[in-house]
């Protein structure tokens, strides 16, 4: 069974940093493009990073591009997302998913405030 567990989010002011991981298990976690996608309240799903199994591509929003960086450990079976210069647009929750696309499984989600 596929689980993807979230942590690393919480309560941070505009400008701030937060580092997100998610711990897989319960499948070949080396052979899985990841994503990190985020829903805002009261709006949709969106795509926010994505990284290959290998680690060399990564995609990124482009509302995100240049502040947030994504990362994996495949020894750890953990992806990463390293968040700069938050701004209070980025408040959501963000989920960790299977696949490039961010179209597979998700986890539980870990809360981001970004607010002074």
């Known amino acids: 069974e596929v689980q993807l567990v979230e942590s690393g989010g919480g309560l941070v002011q505009p400008g701030g940093s937060l580092r997100l991981s998610c711990a897989a298990s319960?499948?070949?976690?080396?052979?899985?493009?990841m994503s990190w996608v985020r829903q805002a309240p009261g709006k949709g799903l969106e795509r926010v990073s994505s990284i290959s199994t290998d680690g060399v591509t990564t995609y990124y929003a482009a509302s995100v591009k240049g502040r947030f960086t994504i990362s994996r450990d495949n020894a750890k079976n953990t992806v990463f997302l390293q968040m700069n210069s938050l701004k209070t647009e980025d408040t959501a929750d963000y989920y960790c998913?299977?696949?490039?696309?961010?179209?597979?499984?998700r986890g539980q989600g870990t809360q981001v405030t970004v607010s002074s």
């Open positions: 319960g499948f070949t976690f080396k052979t899985y493009g």
């Open positions: 998913a299977t696949r490039f696309d961010g179209l597979g499984t």
